[in-house]
């Protein structure tokens, strides 16, 4: 996929852009992604032209300071205006592009008398702007002179008569209940845009229309790649397993053991659905991510496997293991979307009754498993209104049964891939070997540094950035030392699903520690190393 850099502040905005970007040959990626010490300028001023020109100087000069030629790398900007034809004339529109602080100063009630004392015409618009940098080497073939063009929609409405109570949308959350969306309704509504069902609110989305102009002007212009379907040869033909279950019925056991005995890449779909919530929330956001995936997947049931498939599409030629899947379209998603590139799912549901998965749970110790048999119970009926029950039911679906020993189970496990004479990489001498590398990429350090301290009962700590890069000159010390800025940088540019978050109460440094996608990942890199040091 193609990457476009869009230069905003604003993480709502980011997540209504890669949203409107999905189906398309293209990744939307936030400036902090490209230019971590770059402070971006959104200049205060009255003039949407003035704005656009002055945020795009500061944008360009960001590309600078990250090293990137604005000669090949194309980037975006956004502005969303707002008019109240009551309190506009055909020289200035109020609000206009001061919208986010024109909010911040008034509340319904204030709005609601202004238009009263205007004649009470309710009438509105809300248009966006959307800026797209064209790249010095680009700009012949594409048949365009100017230093940028703009592509613009707009969306006519009016403004509610009373005050609409609802919540916002945590899966979609440019529709929410804080900015103007809390009071406008499009056209052909009835309610305002924030407390509409995003099936309505694509029809009617302000923005859609300029970022469908900016798609289709790249497409015509073939920046997007060719689409190509890749067919993965199996040579070994371990056969793909998905795994189902719920909360410690040991799906992750498995994977792990798949991983380590006989080279499985795990793909954990919960990893996924965090990944999902912090590009639309940040890391601390306003909902529990329990309550967000079972939203999300009422909502949008691919949310987590759009993902997940996106990340495996890379690893084609390696045996796959899924874990944690919720809702048969999940599976029904993953099963056909694989099938296109030539990979087929075996899928099993692992049994295990509840009173043994809950003495599990307080075994294992994991953050947020801190859970009586009441909560347990309850933590079982929101994955059941999720549709795991109705996964059980596939027809697809094979019984694993996880209630005797860990020593049965793992034997049935070695029974799904059929292929005894492989044996189970010996992870600590392997690590201890690694000594003697004198290069390795940053991530694949950090992967192997926390793999080094990884603990199977989920108690193992968080760590630091600081102590990260202690940990990555601990495991490679021929290596030029990865300082801690440069760890530092890594973790604020972007998630990564390898990486489970935890920040102390009242303590504002982030703390990592490897999800079990990234030990599946981590698992990998450690054989890579091993094989090219051979």
Not at 164 to 180: A, M
Not at 209 to 227: K, S, V
Not at 311 to 317: D, E, I, N, S, V
Request: charged share 25%.
């Amino acid at each position: 996929m193609r990457e476009l850099t869009f230069f905003t502040s604003n993480q709502t905005k980011l997540a209504h852009a890669r949203y409107l970007a999905e189906g398309r040959r293209i990744r939307i990626k936030g400036f902090r992604q490209r230019t971590y010490h770059a402070g971006y300028n959104e200049p205060r001023l009255h003039s949407r032209d003035e704005i656009l020109e002055q945020s795009y100087v500061s944008a360009l000069a960001q590309i600078g300071k990250a090293r990137l030629p604005a000669a090949s790398h194309a980037f975006i900007l956004e502005d969303t205006s707002v008019r109240i034809d009551a309190l506009s004339d055909e020289t200035h529109e109020v609000p206009g592009v001061d919208i986010k602080y024109w909010m911040e100063e008034r509340t319904f009630e204030s709005v609601d008398a202004l238009l009263k004392a205007a004649g009470n015409d309710r009438s509105a618009s809300v248009r966006s702007d959307i800026l797209l940098h064209i790249p010095g080497n680009f700009a012949k073939s594409w048949g365009v002179e100017a230093e940028y063009l703009v592509f613009t929609s707009k969306q006519r409405g009016s403004i509610i008569d009373r005050e609409h109570i609802f919540d916002s949308n945590p899966v979609y959350p440019w529709l929410d209940n804080r900015s103007f969306n809390k009071w406008f309704v499009p056209a052909g509504c009835e309610v305002p845009l924030g407390a509409l069902p995003i099936t309505h609110a694509d029809q009617v989305d302000f923005r859609r229309g300029a970022f469908e102009q900016l798609f289709d002007f790249l497409e015509a212009r073939r920046y997007f790649p060719t689409p190509t379907i890749q067919l993965a040869l199996q040579f070994d033909r371990k056969p793909n397993i998905l795994l189902c279950g719920y909360t410690c019925s040991g799906k992750t056991t498995a994977s792990q053991y798949l991983a380590r005995r006989f080279g499985y890449l795990h793909i954990e779909a919960s990893d996924f659905m965090h990944l999902s919530y912090y590009y639309r929330h940040g890391f601390r956001g306003p909902t529990p991510i329990g309550d967000f995936a079972e939203r999300a997947l009422a909502e949008k049931p691919t949310i987590a496997a759009e993902k997940a498939i996106e990340y495996m599409l890379a690893y084609l030629t390696e045996p796959l293991v899924v874990s944690g899947f919720r809702v048969p379209t999940e599976v029904t998603f993953l099963d056909t979307t694989m099938s296109i590139h030539g990979r087929e799912f075996t899928h099993y549901f692992v049994e295990a009754d509840e009173a043994s998965r809950f003495a599990r749970l307080r075994a294992r110790a994991r953050p947020g498993d801190s859970l009586d048999a009441r909560e347990f119970h309850n933590r079982d009926l929101q994955q059941q209104r999720m549709g795991l029950d109705a996964i059980r039911q596939l027809e697809t679906m094979q019984p694993l049964g996880n209630q005797d020993d860990l020593a049965t189970y793992l034997a049935k496990i070695d029974l799904l891939v059929g292929d005894a004479d492989e044996k189970e990489i010996d992870i600590a001498a392997r690590l201890s070997s690694l000594s003697g590398i004198g290069e390795i990429g940053l991530q694949d350090a950090i992967l192997i540094a926390l793999l080094r301290v990884w603990e199977e009962d989920e108690t193992r700590q968080f760590y630091t950035t600081t102590e990260i890069a202690a940990l990555i000159a601990e495991a490679f010390p021929a290596i030029h030392p990865k300082h801690k800025d440069n760890v530092s940088r890594y973790f604020n540019q972007d998630f990564y699903v390898y990486y489970e978050i935890s920040e102390g109460a009242g303590v504002a440094v982030r703390r990592y520690r490897l999800s079990n996608t990234g030990y599946g990942m981590a698992i990998r890199v450690l054989r890579d190393l091993m094989s090219n040091t051979c």
